[in-house]
C-alpha cells in the first residue's frame, strides 16, 4: 500500500473546514507510517488537473498553525461530481493518478456531495481491490448530515448568526418610539438548523428574534402578515428570522414569487431574495418601517466568531480520521456522538458513508413550535454548547492574519 | 448654574457611541462639581418627551462597564431636527425642561444633524443668556465632520469592512479555476471613507479587493465594466468595493438606474441596490459569474471588530467633553488632532460646533487614484493606526454579553 496521505477539500466553505485541514495534515505529518502529506488544489477535479502541493512547507514555515483561524478553503475547493457510473473512465484515471503518488490514505473534507465522491471511490476501490483507504471528515454550515450529532463549521456559523442578530436587533431598537420590522435572511436551503440558532440570541424571554421560520414547515404567507401584526403589538422593534429556503404548502419557494431562479451544477435551485420579497409584503399589507438584511456568504466566511468548541472538534475529526484509516477503517465519515449534554462531552466515531451521502438530515418537527414560527428550548439546549468559547485570531497591521497559496 | 448633566445620543448607531456615553457618564458621575447625570431616552425628542433615565444606577450594579462593548446607542435615538427658526416655541419649553432637571452641561454624542442640534440650542442659549453649556461629542462610521482629522465609530466600521473584505474575499477565491466577481456594496452616502477602508484588506500588492469606488468621484458605467474586464485577466476571483452613494456625471445615483427611491426626514435620498444593479451589468456585459453583497447594518452595529484604538478615543471624547464644560466651553464639538503618525499620537480639542453642522468632508481627490478605481498609500497611512487594536468583548452563554434598558 502507497505510504503517502492525499487531502482535499470540497464544496462551500465553511469558518472551519481548514481546522480539519490541519487535523489530518498534522497527524499525517506527525506518523511515522506516513511518508509524504499532499493536498489537492480544488479539490478531486484539480488533482484530475494535477494540482497536488506538498502540505510539509507548512510544517517547515510554522504557517500551519494559522490554518485553524483561517476561513475559506486553504486548499480550493470544487463542486465536481464524479459519475453514478462505476465503469466511467474518470475511475482509473484517478487511481493511476493516486498510485503515481503512492496514495494509501484519501480523506475529503466535506458536506453531502463531498460524501458522494468518498463514497463512490470507496466503492470503486472495493471493485478492483486497491487497498486505498477513503475516509470523509464532516464539514457544512448547515448541519445537515444524517448519522452525527452535529458537524463542524455549524457552531462557527450558529455563533455568528446568532450574535448577528443580537447586534441588528439592538441597532432596531434605537429608534423604538417607531415600529419596525426587519427580516433576517440565512443561509439553509432544505435545512433550517442555522436559521434555528438566531432563537439562540434572545437575552430574555420574549426577546427578538421573536419569529423563526425554517424551512422544514410550510410557509403560509397569510399566516404569516398575521403573526407579525400580533408581535408588533408587543415589540415595537420586530426582528424576523427566515430561512433562504422557506416554501409554501404547493412548495414553491417564497423568493420565487419575486423573481426567477436558476439551478446549480448539483441541480438544486440557487436561491435570493426570500427576505426582500417578505419586506415588500410586509410593507404592503401593515404600512409599518421595514428593511431585510441578508446575512450572506459572511455567515460561513467569518472568522470573527469562531467558536472554540466548533474549532478544536474540527481539528479532532481530522485528527481522528488519519487514525482510523491507519486502522485500516474506508468507506466511512467520520462522526460526533453526543455522550453528555451538561458538561458536553463529545464522542468521536465512525458511520458508513454510502448512508450519508446525498441524504439530509433535517430539524426535527418535535423541536419546531408556534404554528411553525418558533424553535423549543430542546433546541436550544442541543445548540447552546456548539457555540461556546471565544477564539483569539491572531492580528497583523489590525486585521486577522489569514494563511493563503501564493 | 444647575449642577445637573444630561447626556443624549442621535442618529445612526456605531459599534463605539456607547463607549463616547461610558467617558460622558462615568465622568460626570465622579465629579464633584456634578449632582445627577441624567440620560434623554430617544435623544431630544424623547427629552421633550420626559423620558429620562438616572445614569448612576448603572455605576450602583456595575453595568456602566459593559458600554463601551455595547453597540448601538443605549439611551436609544432619534432623527428629530430643530426648528431652524429660534422663536419657535419648541425651544423655551426645551429651556424650561432644562431648568426643572436643573441642567447646567449638556452633551450631544452624534453626526451632522446632531451637531445641528447643538449648533441650535447653543445660539438659543446666547440668545436668552442661558448660562447651560452646550458640547457635541462626535460619532459616526461615515467619518464626514469636518475639523476634525477623524471621529469615533469609524476606526471600527473601518475594521469591521476591511476585516470582512478580506474574509469575502478569501470565501471568493476557493473555485479559482472559474472567474467571478464579487461586488461588495458599503455604507457612505456622500463620503466615501467607509469604502476606501476596504483598500486595508489587501494582504499584498494587487489582492483584492482590486477596485474601490467612492462617491468621490463619477461613477462611468462604461469605464467600470472595462476596468473589471482588465482586472479579470489577473485577477480570477475579482472583488469590486462600491460605495452605496456612487452616482454618474449628471449626480444621478447608479442604484436609481435600478428602482426607485425614498427620502428620509433630513431629506437624504435612501439609497438602495446599487451593488445588485452592477451585478446584472457585469452578467449582461462579461458574462461570468457575479454575486453581489450588501454589508448592510452590520458596519455599524458590529461588536466582533472594535478597534481598540476607536473605542479608546471614542470614551476619552466623552469625557474630554465633560472636563470643557466644566471649563465654560459651550457652542463646540470635541475634535481630534493627529500629533504624529508613526508612532501615532492623538490630541484632544475643540471646534465651533457651528462650522461643523451641516458640512461634509469628502475623502480628498489625492488620495483617489487610478480613474477613480482605488485609493492612495496615503490613504492607507491615515487609516491604519485607526483599525489598531483588538477588544475582547465579554462573554455569556457564548455570545456577547451586552447592556440594555429594560
Not at 28 to 36: I, T, Y
Not at 43 to 70: A, C, K, Q, R, Y
Not at 110 to 116: I, L, P
Request: charged content about 25%; overall charge negative; some cysteine.
Amino acid at each position: 500500500m502507497g505510504k503517502n496521505l492525499l487531502v482535499g477539500q470540497s464544496g462551500g466553505p465553511t469558518a472551519v473546514i481548514n481546522g480539519s485541514l490541519y487535523g489530518v495534515a498534522k497527524k499525517g505529518l506527525e506518523d511515522v507510517s506516513v511518508d509524504h502529506v499532499y493536498g489537492m488544489v480544488n479539490g478531486i477535479e484539480g488533482f484530475l488537473n494535477g494540482h497536488v502541493m506538498d502540505m510539509s512547507t507548512l510544517m517547515e514555515d510554522g504557517s500551519i498553525e494559522l490554518l485553524p483561524t483561517t476561513p475559506g478553503a486553504y486548499l480550493g475547493s470544487c463542486r465536481y461530481k464524479l459519475p453514478e457510473n462505476l465503469d466511467d473512465p474518470v475511475y482509473p484515471e484517478l487511481f493511476r493518478k493516486f498510485d503515481e503518488y503512492e496514495i494509501g490514505l484519501f480523506f475529503y473534507i466535506g458536506g453531502n456531495d463531498s460524501m458522494d465522491t468518498v463514497s463512490k471511490l470507496s466503492r470503486y476501490a472495493a471493485s478492483i481491490e486497491s487497498p486505498i483507504r477513503f475516509i470523509g471528515v464532516p464539514k457544512t454550515i448547515d448541519n445537515d448530515l444524517v448519522l452525527t450529532d452535529h458537524t463542524p463549521g455549524f457552531g462557527s456559523a450558529a455563533k455568528y448568526v446568532a450574535t448577528t442578530v443580537r447586534e441588528i436587533a439592538v441597532d432596531a431598537s434605537v429608534y423604538d418610539n417607531k415600529k419596525s420590522v426587519t427580516i433576517v435572511e440565512i443561509m439553509g436551503r432544505h435545512a433550517g438548523w442555522l436559521t434555528a440558532a438566531s432563537a439562540l440570541a434572545r437575552k430574555f424571554e420574549g426577546d427578538n428574534p421573536v419569529l423563526i421560520y425554517l424551512p422544514e414547515t410550510d410557509f403560509d404567507q397569510e399566516a404569516f402578515i398575521s403573526q407579525v401584526k400580533t408581535a408588533l403589538e408587543t415589540t415595537s422593534n420586530l426582528v424576523v428570522c427566515i430561512s433562504e429556503g422557506i416554501h409554501d404548502d404547493k412548495g414553491t419557494f417564497i423568493c420565487e414569487y419575486a423573481s426567477e431562479v436558476g439551478t446549480d451544477n448539483f441541480g438544486h435551485k440557487m436561491l435570493t431574495g426570500s427576505g426582500k420579497y417578505l419586506e415588500n409584503l410586509v410593507k404592503d399589507k401593515l404600512g409599518v418601517k421595514v428593511r431585510s438584511v441578508e446575512l450572506n456568504v459572511c455567515q460561513r466566511c467569518s472568522s470573527s466568531c469562531l467558536s472554540a468548541t466548533d474549532v478544536e472538534e474540527a481539528k479532532a475529526a481530522g485528527s481522528y480520521a488519519v487514525e482510523r484509516a491507519l486502522l485500516g477503517d474506508t468507506g466511512v465519515m467520520i462522526t460526533f456522538n453526543r455522550a453528555k449534554n451538561e458538561p458536553y462531552e463529545m464522542e468521536l466515531g465512525t458511520a458508513d458513508v454510502n448512508q450519508i451521502c446525498n441524504a439530509e438530515k433535517p430539524v426535527p418537527a418535535e423541536w419546531i413550535c408556534n404554528d411553525g414560527s418558533d424553535v423549543t428550548e430542546d433546541f436550544l439546549r442541543y445548540a447552546l454548547p456548539l457555540i461556546q468559547g471565544h477564539v483569539e485570531v491572531p492580528e497583523k497591521d489590525g486585521l486577522p492574519h489569514f494563511i493563503f497559496r501564493k
